[in-house]
Nanobody, 115 residues
Framework: VQLVESGGGLVQPGGSLRLSCAASGIIFSIKSMGWYRQAPGEEREMVAVIISGGSSNYLDSVKGRFTINIDNAKNTVYLQMNSLKPEDTAVYYC??????????WGQGTLVTVSS
């Protein structure tokens, strides 16, 4: 199983970034795809998750600013991040759960929000 993430980088406060995560080599169907993040000295936290049926959940602090969506044909999940704040700075990880509840993680992509 391989999860390839892209889209991280440095952005000014108020700016936008779009993260992508393409999954390959998954034998079983995908149950959910999502994004987590971990800031220095902090625990990893769920940012946004989308279930195969289409429902999604968001961390309260990103609601209204971040949007998660999935391209099922490409096994790719996206995270559109708008109105970014310095407190959004973290390493963002893609996570995929298959229908056997096996969890797969990406390598992480760094998002830095700073002027």
């Amino acid at each position: 199983v391989q999860l390839v993430e892209s889209g991280g980088g440095l952005v000014q406060p108020g700016g936008s970034l779009r993260l992508s995560c393409a999954a390959s080599g998954i034998i079983f169907s995908i149950k959910s795809m999502g994004w987590y993040r971990q800031a220095p000295g902090e625990e990893r936290e769920m940012v946004a998750v989308i279930i195969s049926g289409g429902s999604s959940n968001y961390l309260d602090s990103v609601k209204g600013r971040f949007t998660i969506n999935i391209d099922n044909a490409k096994n790719t999940v996206y995270l559109q991040m708008n109105s970014l704040k310095p407190e959004d700075t973290a390493v963002y990880y893609c996570r995929v759960t298959d229908t056997l509840n096996l969890v797969h993680w990406g390598q992480g992509t760094l998002v830095t929000v700073s002027s």
